[in-house]
Each structure stands twice: as structure tokens, then as C-alpha cells.
């Protein structure tokens, strides 16, 4: 069992690197929330898309970005590539496997607006977190706080 994302499953069912014989034996579920009947939470992000403020093609990097981000492309990006696309009107397109990460994130939220979050993901917080929960390490109030306080302070810019 894993913690991991949709698209991960191309990279676990690959025949370059991965195991194509799983296709067919792998599943999903999203992470059950503290309240019985509902999912907990996820996480939502991906990549920055942004134009340099020096750039001397920022209409055509606009344009591109504009193009990447719109319906045909972001469609084409959850049908084919199983990404969770950037509109909560497109959570529909998920099939198989990758309906239940869709469905998932119908109830996420979006990591902080700050220039620091990076350095929180670098810093495995949430992924360390779980793996203390899920193998008995520490009970989920207390493994949440110390996350919570590592992220404080990360975020504020300690580390």
C-alpha cells in the first residue's frame, strides 16, 4: 500500500521502470476522514505557471500558458494523462482507477500562499507525518501538531 497521486499509477504500471502485471491488481481509496461516512481532505497544487517580468515575449508566454490551462488541452491532460485538471467542472473526466482521485479531490483544499511552501514539501512534513500515523508511531493529535508546528515555522521562514 501506498500514499501516492493518479498519475503515479502510469509510472508503477510502466514497462520502463514499473511493473505493467499490476495493471490489473492495483486500486484506490481515498484517506477516510475522522468523520464516519466522509474523506478526509486533500491536497491540490501543481506547477507554477508564470511569465518573467523580463521576458521579451510575455504576450506569446501568456498565450501558451492560456492555451495550456483551457478546456481543450486541460481535457486532454485528465482523459489521456489522468491529471486532475484545474476546473472543478472537469472532475467528471476521471474513468477507472483514476475516478477515485478525482472524486477525491471534490473535497480539497489548496496548499498556502507562500513563497515558503516549497520548502515545506522539501521538507517531507506531511509525508512524514502520515508514516508516523499509519505505523503506530505517534497517535494522529499528536502527530498533526508537530506537523502543524514544523509547518509554522518553515512557512515563517525557519526551518
Given at each position: 500500500?501506498?500514499?501516492?497521486n ?7 504500471t510502466?514497462?520502463?521502470?514499473g511493473d505493467p502485471s499490476?495493471?490489473?491488481?492495483l486500486?484506490a481509496f481515498?484517506i477516510?476522514?475522522h468523520?464516519a461516512?466522509?474523506?478526509?481532505p486533500?491536497?491540490?497544487g501543481?506547477?507554477?505557471l ?11 508566454a501568456?498565450?501558451w ?11 486532454e ?7 486532475i485538471?484545474n476546473?472543478t ?10 475516478s477515485?482521485?478525482?472524486n ?18 522539501n ?7 502520515l ?10 493529535p499528536?502527530?498533526?501538531?508537530a ?8 512557512l515563517?521562514g525557519?526551518?
Amino acid at each position: 500500500m501506498i500514499i501516492a497521486n493518479g498519475w503515479e499509477v502510469g509510472v508503477i504500471t510502466s514497462a520502463t521502470g514499473g511493473d505493467p502485471s499490476l495493471a490489473d491488481k492495483l486500486g484506490a481509496f481515498p484517506i477516510p476522514s475522522h468523520v464516519a461516512g466522509q474523506t478526509a481532505p486533500v491536497f491540490l497544487g501543481g506547477s507554477d505557471l508564470g511569465v518573467a517580468a523580463k521576458s521579451k515575449h510575455q504576450n506569446l508566454a501568456n498565450d501558451w500558458i492560456a492555451m495550456l490551462t483551457g478546456s481543450k488541452h486541460m481535457t486532454e491532460m485528465a482523459t489521456v494523462g489522468g491529471v486532475i485538471p484545474n476546473t472543478t467542472s472537469m472532475l467528471g473526466l476521471g474513468t477507472g482507477l483514476n475516478s477515485v482521485f478525482f472524486n477525491a479531490a471534490k473535497n480539497s483544499k489548496f496548499v498556502p500562499n507562500s513563497e515558503n511552501w516549497a520548502n515545506v514539501e522539501n521538507a517531507n512534513v506531511l509525508p512524514d507525518m502520515l508514516v508516523k500515523i499509519f505505523t503506530g508511531q505517534q497517535k494522529v493529535p499528536d502527530a498533526t501538531a508537530a506537523a502543524s508546528t514544523r509547518i509554522t515555522s518553515i512557512l515563517n521562514g525557519g526551518g
